[in-house]
């Protein structure tokens, strides 16, 4: 995961910026993923100053998912900016708090970005993940899939009520 190693030590103070592609290899790395395909592009402005480091991250791009209707895998295009601060301290804790700010230590030379990366993309999914409506305004998921949710869906389901219980309902008169 090299690749998202962005070394810092030596920067001076000011504005730097770095692209970072994303392909499937990168999920690969993350079995328990929503998103196991997907290419996207992260463009990284970094501003460098004394006690602190700026990272504003755009990521563009698309990533395969699986319809919650339908079950058909779609392509969801993804466009999220952020920004991540990053602050010296005596030891790492790269566990991201409210504000989107992380301490590093003040030897490391380095920060990785790829965990970051990972949150963000997933942050960026929709809670509703389904196939956009087509051209049409109908839903563009699997045309059978739909017809048998609509099958037992629609459905009248007799309810058998135990003879029982149904003394009971004299009790709410």
Not at 83 to 110: M, P
């Amino acid at each position: 995961m090299n690749k998202f190693v962005i070394k810092h030590r030596n920067l001076k103070e000011g504005t730097f910026n770095y692209k970072f592609d994303i392909d499937d290899s990168f999920f690969k790395i993350y079995p328990e993923s929503e998103i196991q395909k997907g290419k996207i592009q992260v463009n990284t402005e970094l501003s460098v100053t004394k006690n602190l480091l700026t990272f504003n991250i755009s990521l563009n791009g698309t990533v395969k998912l699986q319809c919650d209707r339908c079950l058909d895998d779609f392509d969801f295009k993804i466009k999220y900016d952020t920004i991540l601060y990053v602050d010296f301290g005596n030891q790492n804790s790269d566990l991201s708090d409210a504000d989107n700010r992380i301490t590093i230590s003040n030897l490391s030379e380095e920060i990785v970005l790829d965990k970051h990366f990972y949150d963000y993309l997933h942050l960026s999914l929709p809670y509703k993940r389904i196939h956009s409506n087509n051209e049409n305004g109908n839903p563009a998921c699997n045309v059978e899939m739909l017809k048998k949710i609509k099958k037992y869906t629609s459905e009248k389901k007799e309810e058998i009520i135990d003879p029982r219980w149904e003394k009971l309902k004299s009790l709410y008169n």
